[in-house]
């Protein structure tokens, strides 16, 4: 396969994951069903001239969106306080005031209303895990629950936001080009955020799931983007280097937000990363297997803390014989159901105290501050472990 980002070179295979749970943000009311629910085969091939990395073995019909999925981040008030940020920084760069928004793979639109809200545009928001009501809504925006056409019925958009989507893509590239064709001679603006490859491929890689097609460092991310007739404005990593954002324009006038760009060493440094995955991935598996039956070996009630994709894909690979005490999450729409492949319940955060945990595990650093502040305040003194 050509490299979608660069298409200058064939991809290279890395690293094999075997198989994996292909619905990691479903969770399902029945253990059965959630035992029941697919795996999916994850290899990953890398691009030596751009390190852009992307799932080999990616079937696009094995994964299809609807609102039973639940990817939301918004429940985390580390996770609020960095998107309101965002409008702010948003609303400030760019002519927002009066001007018409796209924002594809919208989520429950709590972004977008924001956006609308603080900026005074208007926005459309698409997304097939959209699970409110459809059509307009007091904040300017309007919803669809579903993704959109990209064709002459997409209203004419003066910016385009995709947060947490453009990785979840079988053709990222074409996205792009039709993005591109769509704003025609128009000044557009667009802003994307992904999860940044560099921390991915750099860890244990507990974020490299299923619906995550593609893997983006600054470079690759940059070279896509160009490639598909965009100028960059502006890359950058955030929320503790766990995500990467690229603001984009065509069309626009004067230079460049920025004119600060990644170089060829922070691509030769990516794929030094991506050199060392397989084996360190590996690694951390059998790490974690091992440090899991052990906590439980001592009485510890170990706990994962987060039952998110990534909570879901170290279950899968690290405890998939149901060995911690107890898998618990702040979003109540999981409380009382079942993660995919390896069945673990969900219980609310009070699971802690109650079982007198002395381990908390978590997979998401991003959120260390947070978890520590709750497990104060219900008076648990439990050692908290970053997976
Ligand atoms: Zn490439």
């Given at each position: 396969m050509t490299c979608p980002a660069c298409g200058s070179a064939d991809l290279v295979e890395l690293a094999d994951l075997g198989t994996i749970p292909v619905f990691c943000g479903v969770h399902w009311a029945s253990r059965a069903e959630a035992l029941a629910s697919p795996l999916g085969r994850m290899v990953l091939g890398y691009c030596p001239s751009c390190a852009y990395v992307r799932n080999?073995?990616?079937?696009?019909?094995?994964l299809v969106y609807d609102t039973t999925m639940d990817t939301n981040l918004h429940h985390s008030p580390a996770f609020q306080a960095f998107s309101a940020d965002l409008v702010k920084h948003l609303v400030d760069r760019y002519p927002l005031a009066g001007a018409t928004v796209l924002d594809i793979g919208c989520g429950q639109g709590e972004f977008l209303r924001e956006l609308c809200h603080v900026a005074g545009c208007r926005g459309y928001g698409y997304d097939a895990m959209y699970a409110g009501p459809t059509g307009p809504d007091g904040s300017g925006a309007i919803f669809h629950s579903g993704h959109p056409l990209l064709d002459d019925t997409t209203p004419r958009f003066d910016f385009v936001t995709s947060r947490h989507w453009f990785e979840h893509l079988d053709d990222p590239y074409g996205f792009l080009v039709r993005l591109r064709e769509l704003a025609a001679d128009r000044p557009v603006y667009g802003y994307l955020e992904v999860p940044d490859a560099c921390y991915d491929l750099a860890t244990a890689g507990w974020e490299v799931i299923y619906p995550h097609v593609s893997y983006f460092d600054a470079y690759s991310l940059c070279r896509v983007v160009e490639r598909a007739g965009w100028r960059v404005e502006a890359t950058g990593a955030l929320f503790a280097g766990m995500f990467r954002f690229i603001e984009i324009s065509v069309n626009a006038a004067g230079p460049p937000k920025t004119t600060r760009r990644p170089t060829e060493a922070d691509r030769d440094r990516q794929l030094a990363a991506i050199g060392g995955f397989a084996g360190r991935h590996h690694a951390e598996r059998d790490r974690w297997r091992q440090t899991v039956a052990r906590l439980a070996g001592e009485g510890a009630q170990p706990v994962l803390w987060g039952a998110g994709s990534r909570g879901v894909q170290f279950l899968h690979l690290a405890d998939p014989d149901g060995l911690l005490a107890a898998v618990v999450d702040v979003n109540a729409r999981k409380w009382g159901r079942f993660l995919p492949v390896t069945g673990h319940e969900v219980a609310p955060p009070e699971r802690v105290a109650e079982l007198g945990s002395s381990a908390v595990v978590i997979t998401n650093p991003a959120y260390r501050t947070e978890i520590a502040a709750a497990l104060e305040t219900m008076g648990v003194a439990a050692e908290l472990l970053v997976a």
């Open positions: 080999l073995a990616f079937d696009p019909t094995a």
